[in-house]
């Protein structure tokens, strides 16, 4: 079994993508797998002392379609003792009172149920009013805007993954 699970939900296909180049920058899938949300199980998340939990914001403020759909079955998932990583993708104009929404609605809801919120991010670099991923002044996971700053992308993911392997210790 890999060491980190990587739980993905997109739309248009932008946060998958980025989901790709972090599984490469770990070093492959040998070390991350990836599950889509379109079929994931709960128990998927099983065994896994590390995860990276990924959703665009859609519909103005809101999760990707499902995520959303998968949303009310993290009750039944334990996650105690987990180390969890956040990433999105959003659109800071287009959506700059709820950019990147959705990464803070499921880090709320995961570190409710005892997940262990690691990864978080500056704001800096970034230009926006308001966002729910946002807590004590940071981000609290990777912000991706591949509709704005999209050739920001992959020095941000490199340096996210740099951080976070220390954090899972990997
Ligand atoms: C109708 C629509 C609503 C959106 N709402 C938001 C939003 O509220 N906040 C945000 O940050 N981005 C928003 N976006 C931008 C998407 O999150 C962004 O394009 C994202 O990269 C799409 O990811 P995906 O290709 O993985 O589905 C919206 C885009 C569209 C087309």
Redesign the pocket.
Known sequence: MSKIGLFVG???????EAAEIIQKEFGGDGVVTIYNMTDAQTDDFDGYKNLIIAS???????L?SDWEGFFDELDNIDFKGKKVAYFG????I??AD????AMGILEEKISSLGGTTVGNWSTDGYDFSESKAVKNGKFIGLALD??NQSELTEERIKKWVAQLKTDFGV
């Open positions: 997109s739309t248009t296909g932008k946060t998958e665009p914001t859609w519909n103005i403020g809101e990707q993708t959003g659109d800071q287009g959506y709820n950019f990147q929404d591949e509709d």
